[in-house]
């Protein structure tokens, strides 16, 4: 049976084009700063316990105060992005947190510090479901986890500049320099969205209930639906292994290895290069499959778990990085899967919303496993450490074999109203 057709776009297809490549260039710079400006923190750790006298436990509490708040404001920023547009709630946040980073960099002490961090993660955590809503108004359906996939790649390609940048700044001018830096970048990715991003594109994907005037379902009902809260806990356990190597590799290869920060800057950058490669290429899989995660994230985590084990007894540095390498790229499959049923089933007036419980899940990972980490480096050993984060890819693996596989069967388990299903998507036949 043929796959049913999307009605013919009303805009151009040069025009059509246009406006979903300036939207994913846009996006791309914005998280690009947004991602580098979470990271500063982790290759700066070890100036601030040396400045502030904090233990490695300390430490971990310094990047949770901003995933605490991050993860608060998910859903009110979804909520914000529902009510008062997409491109607006994005201009706040790149204003807000901007502010707040260049605050960072005048703290004077531990307390201070654990404030600051809380203010910018709560400016930071509108952001997400804003962009998320932004290419979604901008995209069709059939084309918008490949855009996606290419919009967050900015992420693990933030994760390759980051560290070669910012590195040596703070070796010549203090770690106060790397904050200032990346807050002027923040003001020009504002100006930019500002100024370029395109107008939404007219509705394509049958869903209307926004334009007809039908109600939009009460909050308490959106996080009643268990089945978005299997995806968050999808999140969390990815986000469990990609925080909890971000936090403490930096400081692994310094106190273990005695690597610069320069050096271990440099080593850093290539799994985040793998991580940027696999990004893309999950998206397009899951564009090419229909959703059916399961057949991604199971075995990509299968590897990152066994990869993680390698990795954590791995008794030289290149080793360390060959197994951390492969453990980050096979994790990072599973990133744009992990949204693709969500956003193909969701109606456009609840992805503000539904996207942000899906980010919670992930902002709470980031929250939890840099102190538990910290504090099982205290009491044992980085190794001990290092293998927490198995943890992470067993609940990911886990809650793909528990959640629908597919648009249809997830609006079934949402209860959302129907849809014309997307091309990429209408296709699929099995389900969880």
């Not at 799994?271 to 397009?284: D, E, Y």
């Not at 197994?323 to 599973?334: E, P, Q």
């Not at 290092?386 to 886990?398: N, P, R």
């Amino acid at each position: 049976m043929p796959a049913p057709t999307l009605p013919a776009s009303p805009v151009a297809p040069s025009a059509h084009r246009r406006t979903v490549r300036v939207t994913v260039v846009l996006l791309f710079a914005a998280w690009l700063v947004d991602y580098a400006d979470r990271l500063v923190i982790n290759l700066v750790l070890p100036s601030l316990g040396a400045e502030f006298d904090l233990d490695r436990t300390q430490q971990g509490l310094v990047v949770s105060a901003f995933f605490l708040a991050y993860a608060l404001c998910q859903i009110p920023g979804g909520l914000l992005a529902d009510r008062f547009g997409g491109r607006r709630v994005t201009l706040w946040a790149l204003l807000t947190w901007s502010v707040f980073t260049a605050l960072t960099g005048f703290a004077w002490s531990f307390a201070v510090l654990l404030a600051l961090r809380f203010a910018f993660g709560a400016a930071e955590g509108i952001f997400p479901p804003a962009a998320m809503k932004v290419l979604v108004e901008r995209t069709r359906p059939e084309e918008r986890m490949s855009a996606n996939g290419t919009v967050m790649s900015s992420n693990a390609l933030a994760a390759v500049i980051t560290p070669l940048t910012v590195a040596p700044l703070v070796a010549v001018f203090g770690w106060r320099s790397a904050f200032w830096s990346t807050a002027a970048l923040g003001i020009l990715a504002l100006l930019a969205v500002r100024l370029w991003l395109p107008a939404p594109l007219p509705r394509t994907d049958g869903a209307e209930d926004a334009a007809t005037g039908a109600a939009r379902p009460a909050l308490r009902a959106i996080l009643r639906k268990g089945v978005l809260w299997r995806f968050a806990l999808m999140m969390f356990g990815y986000n469990t292994i990609v925080w909890g190597l971000n936090t403490w590799v930096p400081s692994y290869l310094g106190e273990e290895h005695g690597v610069s920060l320069t050096s271990a800057g440099a080593l850093i950058a290539v799994p985040a290069l793998g991580a940027a490669i696999a990004t893309v290429l999950g998206g397009r899989l899951a564009d090419r499959l229909g959703g059916h995660h399961r057949r991604i994230i199971v075995p990509g985590m299968a590897v990152a778990a066994v990869a993680l084990l390698l990795m954590a007894n791995a008794p030289s540095v290149p080793g360390f990085v060959v197994f951390g390498t492969v453990a980050v790229f096979a994790a990072s499959l599973a990133y744009m899967p992990i949204f693709a049923v969500p956003l193909a089933g969701l109606s456009p007036a609840h992805v503000g919303v539904g996207s942000a419980v899906v980010i919670f899940g992930g902002q709470v990972a980031g929250m939890v496993a840099p102190p538990v980490m910290g504090a099982l480096a205290d009491a044992f050993s980085f190794q001990v450490a290092f293998g927490f984060l198995v943890l992470g890819a067993l609940i990911a693996a886990v809650m793909a074999c528990l959640t629908p596989q597919d648009a249809a069967a997830f609006r079934a388990a949402a209860d959302e109203p129907s849809a014309s299903p997307s091309p990429s998507l209408s296709t699929a036949k099995d389900s969880a």
